[in-house]
Every structure is written in C-alpha cells, then in structure tokens.
C-alpha cells in the first residue's frame, strides 16, 4: 500500500534514511524539524511495515519563459531486503499520477550515483546536463580586490542571485525563500555557510563547506565576476589550501 506519511511514520522513516544514505542523526533530524512535511513524502507499506519511501518537494519550473509547478523528487529509498520488488517504481508511478490529478507538469531529480540514471532514465526521465568538479590552488588565486567583501549571504540575496544567474537557462529549478532559507540554515547548523561575494565588478553567492584544508562549494551563481576572483574573494575569508566547485558540464 502507498500512502502519504504520519507523524506516527517519523522513527521508521528516519531509520530508513539512515539505513541508505549514511547521514547522521543530527543532519536527518535537521531535516525532519525543518524541511519535512508528510504530504509532501510517500511511504510503501506492506504488511504493516513501512519499506520504502519518497520525497516530491514541490518546485516552480521554468523552461524557457515558461513556468510551471512541478515536484523535485528526493530521497527515493527502499530497505536492503526488499530491493529488486519494484517499490521504487511504484512510488515513482504514484507520484506521477498525483502530479497529473493536480495539475503539476513535470518532475525532476538528481541521482545519487551514475548507476541510477539508468535507473530513471527507463522511467521516463531524460537527463538534461551533467556536473564536474574545478579545482583551485590558493596558490593559483589572483590578488583579492581591496574593496570586494565576503558576508554570511541573506536568503533573499541568494534568491535573487539565483534567479538572475538561471533566468536564460533551458531548465531551471526554482526554490523558493524558505527553500533558500532552509539550505542556509542548514549549512550553518553543520558547520557550512552560504557567502555573499561583492567587487566592483558584480556580486555572487558560495554554498561552501571545508573539509580540512580544502573548500568544497557546491554552488557557485555569479554576476559579472569570473570563477578565480570569485574564490580569491572566499580565499580571503576562508584562508583554505585548494576550492573545489561543483560546476555545470561544458561540452
């Protein structure tokens, strides 16, 4: 049976997560106080015993100049002894057919792992474009601007950077304030941080996390700013040996 999750689900639910994605209880429960809604998360039932799960986080998607609701589909997990049952699948169908009812035009995802775009691929899901990774050797940074400025970034900065820099893009995710809010808020909690770069010549935000010596950023939206003077802006705060920048694929 699929049905949509209880406050009574949340043990269970959270036992799963940690079960398979290995996060921490700290980060999992984070998650559940402040991002978690049940009619937002599907769970397959089968004799009384919650076995699989999915999250469908509704999203503003724009193609082209088109927008359009849709769902960011997360957190997709069946326990280890069922796999291979088509729980996964069920859910997946589930929610389509929810997203048709009301009215809600597409679906989008980003597998955990290159195994899964098969995976989803066979279930109707195209992939539009693929991340590397830059890295940056402090060494390497050109000199820091004296007037440029590194500040914790408000949710309503990185909102709007973020629309700005994505607003000619095929597809575009579009989350909203307390979306925005939630990821900052987050990141702060474990440690991370989302920066609000500045120079003369434009602004631009940082979702980064340090991992001993290096910086790991996992967005990186600018305006009018090149990625180096960008990193040479966080260097001076920051002070890490080498930045690593998740960055969208070119070619």
Same mark, same amino acid.
């Given at each position: 049976?699929?049905?949509?999750?209880?406050?009574? /689900?949340?043990?269970?639910?959270?036992?799963l997560w940690k079960?398979?994605?290995?996060?921490?209880?700290?980060?999992?429960?984070?998650?559940?106080?402040?991002?978690?809604?049940?009619?937002?998360?599907?769970?397959?039932?089968?004799?009384?015993?919650?076995? *699989?799960?999915?999250?469908?986080?509704?999203?503003?998607?724009?193609?082209?100049?088109?927008?359009?609701?849709?769902?960011?589909?997360? !957190?997709?997990?069946?326990?280890?002894?069922?796999?291979?049952?088509?729980?996964?699948?069920?859910?997946?169908?589930?929610?389509?057919?929810?997203?048709?009812?009301?009215?809600?035009?597409? !679906?989008v995802l980003a597998?955990?792992?290159? *195994?899964?775009?098969?995976?989803?691929?066979?279930?109707?899901?195209?992939?539009?474009?693929?991340?590397?990774?830059?890295?940056?050797?402090?060494? &390497?940074?050109?000199?820091?601007? /004296?007037?440029?400025?590194?500040?914790?970034?408000?949710?309503?900065?990185?909102?709007?950077?973020?629309?700005?820099?994505? !607003?000619?893009?095929?597809?575009?995710?579009?989350?909203?304030?307390?979306?925005?809010?939630?990821?900052?808020?987050?990141?702060?909690?474990?440690? &991370?941080?989302?920066?609000?770069?500045?120079?003369?010549?434009?602004?631009?935000?940082?979702?980064?996390?340090?991992?001993?010596?290096?910086?790991?950023?996992?967005?990186? /939206?600018?305006?009018?700013?090149?990625?180096?003077?960008?990193?040479?802006?966080?260097?001076?705060?920051?002070?890490?040996?080498?930045?690593?920048?998740?960055?969208?694929?070119?070619?």
């Amino acid at each position: 049976m699929i049905r949509f999750a209880a406050d009574e /689900d949340h043990a269970v639910l959270k036992s799963l997560w940690k079960q398979i994605f290995g996060d921490s209880i700290e980060v999992i429960d984070y998650y559940f106080s402040h991002r978690h809604q049940n009619q937002n998360m599907l769970v397959y039932e089968a004799e009384g015993t919650i076995i *699989g799960m999915l999250t469908m986080l509704p999203v503003e998607i724009s193609i082209g100049q088109e927008n359009y609701s849709g769902r960011y589909i997360y !957190a997709v997990a069946t326990e280890q002894r069922h796999r291979g049952q088509g729980v996964s699948t069920k859910l997946l169908l589930y929610c389509h057919d929810f997203m048709r009812k009301n009215k809600e035009t597409a !679906a989008v995802l980003a597998p955990a792992s290159d *195994g899964l775009f098969t995976f989803y691929q066979k279930r109707g899901y195209e992939t539009v474009f693929f991340v590397e990774t830059q890295t940056l050797s402090a060494k &390497d940074l050109p000199v820091m601007q /004296d007037d440029a400025a590194c500040i914790s970034c408000s949710a309503q900065n990185f909102y709007r950077i973020r629309n700005t820099v994505f !607003a000619d893009s095929i597809l575009f995710v579009r989350w909203g304030i307390d979306a925005l809010e939630y990821v900052i808020g987050g990141a702060k909690a474990f440690g &991370d941080d989302v920066y609000y770069i500045r120079t003369n010549k434009g602004e631009g935000i940082a979702l980064c996390g340090r991992r001993g010596n290096t910086i790991f950023i996992r967005e990186l /939206d600018l305006i009018g700013i090149d990625i180096p003077d960008a990193i040479a802006v966080l260097h001076g705060t920051l002070n890490a040996n080498e930045y690593s920048i998740l960055l969208p694929e070119i070619g």
